[in-house]
């Protein structure tokens, strides 16, 4: 009786302590790293243009022990995004696929900035100041 008492009690004393978990996520962006230089890219002929498609050029893939010719291909195109292709990046001790991805793609009105240091009328830089006289010409 005791003993079934103890480990109800025990029971007990543990679901009442809030659980505590670690969790370990280990992500390897962009793959690993080869020693080996990639080899030139290969010229492809890319097919006709596809409407609502964007050509992904073919490149190089690292197997593990050699390289291999991936072939490019089509991609759904995304509105308002522009397809930035995969590359090889040199390391420090080899390298690295960093692979493509859609980014943002920016439109005319986003590009203007608004400058505090506009020129005024004429490019003139002296930021409201007219010489004598020029007001009554227009130049001001």
Request: glycine share 10%.
């Amino acid at each position: 009786m005791k003993r079934t008492t103890f480990l109800l009690a025990a029971i007990l004393a543990a679901a009442t302590f809030p659980a505590t978990a670690q969790v370990s996520v280990n992500i390897n962006v962009g793959g690993d790293v080869v020693r080996r230089a990639p080899p030139p890219p290969r010229y492809e002929r890319m097919p006709g243009v596809r409407a609502g498609q964007v050509w992904v050029p073919g490149h190089w893939q690292w197997n593990g022990r050699d390289y291999l010719w991936a072939r490019g291909h089509y991609q759904a195109a995304r509105p308002d995004y522009a397809y930035a292709p995969g590359a090889w990046v040199q390391v420090d001790n080899g390298w690295r696929w960093r692979e493509g991805d859609w980014r943002r793609a920016e439109r005319r009105a986003e590009r203007r900035h608004d400058r505090h240091d506009r020129h005024d009328r004429h490019d003139r830089h002296d930021r409201g100041h007219c010489p004598p006289g020029q007001a009554k010409k227009g130049n001001c």
